[in-house]
């Protein structure tokens, strides 16, 4: 069975920077397409921006410039890299693992999914 689990969620101050870690495990990461979502109090879970099999990234347009997705393979490790972190980034954050070889910017396409950090940016 297929398990995620987030971690680096903290409270960090505006302008601040913060890394989230992604452990897969039950299974070997390289087969995965991988994804970063986040959900503010009140509203949908929204796509913040993903990584594919090969390494291709894709953002959200309100986090690109600013955030970075790694991932390690040989870790089984996903990183979410924020810098220039605002107000507006606070949120639950969630990785999603999904058999594609393309990201998806739809929680549709997500297999598994971890239970979220929570990300606290004060103004």
């Known amino acids: 069975q297929v398990q995620l689990v987030e971690s680096g969620g903290r409270l960090v101050q505006t302008g601040g920077s913060l890394r989230l870690s992604c452990v897969l495990s039950?299974?070997?990461?390289?087969?995965?397409?991988m994804g970063w979502f986040r959900q503010a109090p009140g509203n949908e879970r929204e796509f913040v921006g993903g990584i594919s099999r090969d390494s291709g990234t894709v953002y959200a347009d309100s986090v690109k410039g600013r955030f970075t997705i790694t991932r390690d393979n040989a870790r089984n490790v996903v990183y979410l890299q924020m810098n220039s972190l605002k107000f507006e980034d606070t949120a639950v954050y969630y990785c999603?693992?999904?058999?594609?070889?393309?990201?998806?910017?739809?929680?549709?396409?997500?297999?598994?999914w971890g239970q979220g950090t929570q990300v606290t940016v004060s103004s």
């Open positions: 999603g693992a999904a058999l594609t070889a393309r990201v998806g910017a739809r929680r549709s396409e997500y297999d598994y």
């Open positions: 039950g299974r070997t990461l390289s087969y995965y397409s």
